[in-house]
């Protein structure tokens, strides 16, 4: 079935790392793939999106690429934050409306001033 | 502009009682659905509701069901609560299925069974 795996956590940088968090994906079909954030004590957010092969997404530093040869969409940032410390997810949606996702597990990244 | 609210915030259920948990979505949005997300996991799609129907369902049991109103605002409910059914529940609005707009979350509400 249709699935999404991620690197696990937690993973712990210093400030102004580089960060790669790493995403394959299993689908039927053409997905649309995502990265939302959760930030502690809030809701998950939309982080970034792309929802055709080669597209990179971007947002707050933050990319990934849609790599369908690899089927992979790994999420990347130069040079992180304290800010940046969250849980990300990696997912999918095989719906225009985006509204059935199907998430990985979840990473737990931290970072040390 | 309000975002997504969800209530209660908390709540503690004993095995084989019943749960209902309240969602309003963010002003604008038509489309409500909900996710179980267990601790330590990614959230699991439950189900969608949209023009006061169930349009699409995941992998869930009969135990669980919703509603929409007229006002978009939408209810998940639980019978015959399990241990496992403990989580984190989380409701999500957009704009109108097939629009490709993004999901807008609430903070969620923790349920504990016992």
């Known amino acids: 079935g249709d699935s999404v795996t991620q690197m696990e956590g937690p993973v712990t940088l210093s400030e102004e790392a580089f960060l790669t968090i790493n995403c394959t994906y299993t689908?039927?079909?053409?997905?649309?793939l995502f990265w939302y954030v959760q930030y502690p004590g809030e809701g998950l957010q939309l982080l970034l999106k792309?929802?055709?092969?080669?597209d990179k997404g971007s947002n707050k530093g933050f990319e990934a690429t849609y790599r369908k040869e690899t089927t992979s969409f790994h999420l990347e940032k130069g040079s992180v934050q304290v800010s940046d410390s969250a849980v990300y997810f990696c997912?999918?949606?095989?719906?225009?409306?985006?509204?059935?996702?199907?998430f990985g597990s979840g990473t737990r990244l931290s970072i040390r001033p | 502009d309000a975002g997504v609210t969800q209530s209660p915030t908390h709540l503690i259920k004993t095995r084989g009682q019943q749960v209902t948990l309240r969602c309003s979505p963010k002003?604008?949005?038509?489309?409500v659905s909900w996710y179980q997300q267990a601790l330590g996991q990614g959230p699991q799609f439950i189900f969608q509701?949209?023009?006061?129907?169930?349009?699409q369902r995941g992998n869930f049991p009969d135990r669980f069901s919703g509603h929409q109103f007229p006002n978009y605002s939408s209810e998940l409910n639980v019978n015959a609560l399990l241990l496992g059914d403990s989580a984190l529940y989380l409701c999500?609005?957009?704009?109108?299925?097939?629009?490709?707009?993004?999901?807008?979350f609430g903070n969620g509400t923790r349920l504990t069974v016992t």
């Open positions: 999500a609005s957009s704009l109108e299925q097939g629009q490709g707009s993004p999901l807008h």
């Open positions: 689908a039927t079909g053409y997905p649309s």
């Open positions: 792309a929802t055709k092969a080669d």
């Open positions: 997912a999918l949606s095989l719906y225009s409306s985006a509204s059935k996702i199907i």
């Open positions: 002003s604008g949005h038509d489309t």
């Open positions: 509701y949209y023009e006061e129907e169930e349009r």
